[in-house]
T-cell receptor
Framework: GDSVTQMEGPVTLSEEAFLTINCTYT??????LFWYVQYPGEGLQLLLK?????DKGSNKGFEATYRKETTSFHLEKGSVQVSDSAVYFC???????????FGKGTSLLVTP | GAGVSQSPSNKVTEKGKDVELRCDPI?????LYWYRQSLGQGLEFLIY????????KSGLPSDRFSAERTGGSVSTLTIQRTQQEDSAVYLC?????????????FGPGTRLLVL
């Protein structure tokens, strides 16, 4: 079945460091891919998405590119801020389905 | 506009009691989803409603769980005879339609604690 694998956390970075959170997936066909973020005490928010191969999703300085050949959707940001501290979830939506399939989440802590 | 709202935000109950969790989707959204977020299982799909079609209940963990959606809008998730393993955050989401390109917008969740 479909699945999403994320790098284990927690990830601790200093402010202005470069961030990469790895995400790989297993799915049939061409799923849509998402990154959701959960800030402390808040609900899940969509961060970015990509619906087809080679699409790049971007938002708030974060980027992720849908790589069909490596079945990956890694999240990157060039310079993290303390306010980016949150849990990040990679998710896929099957081409013919409607239930999001989430990774286990990666906790990010950015220190001043 | 208003996002997805859920109530209550927190619920503490005793083992064996029934609980009802409510979700108000974004106005005009035809698709509604329930997910559960727990420490051991991560985020898992529970049930899906699309318009007036029969819901997909394939993710419900047991027959103690049920859900309904009245008038194509508000949804209630009911857990009967709660068990300690039901303790989790229950998330509701809605989307304009159920296409693969559609974004699901999540509510803040209901944190359920079963003592």
């Amino acid at each position: 079945g479909d699945s999403v694998t994320q790098m284990e956390g927690p990830v601790t970075l200093s402010e202005e460091a470069f961030l990469t959170i790895n995400c790989t997936y297993t799915a049939t066909g061409y799923p849509s891919l998402f990154w959701y973020v959960q800030y402390p005490g808040e609900g899940l928010q969509l961060l970015l998405k990509a619906t087809k191969a080679d699409d790049k999703g971007s938002n708030k300085g974060f980027e992720a590119t849908y790589r069909k050949e490596t079945t990956s959707f890694h999240l990157e940001k060039g310079s993290v801020q303390v306010s980016d501290s949150a849990v990040y979830f990679c998710a896929l939506l099957p081409n013919s389905g409607y239930a999001l399939n989430f990774g286990k989440g990666t906790s990010l802590l950015v220190t001043p | 506009g208003a996002g997805v709202s859920q109530s209550p935000s927190n619920k503490v109950t005793e083992k064996g009691k029934d609980v009802e969790l409510r979700c108000d989707p974004i106005s005009g959204h035809t698709a509604l989803y329930w997910y559960r977020q727990s420490l051991g299982q991560g985020l898992e799909f529970l049930i899906y409603f699309q318009g007036n079609s029969a819901p997909d209940k394939s993710g419900l963990p047991s027959d103690r769980f049920s859900a309904e959606r009245t008038g194509g809008s508000v949804s209630t998730l009911t857990i009967q005879r709660t068990q300690q393993e039901d303790s989790a955050v229950y998330l509701c989401a809605s989307s304009l339609t159920s296409g693969g390109w559609e974004t699901q917008y999540f509510g803040p969740g209901t944190r359920l604690l079963v003592l």
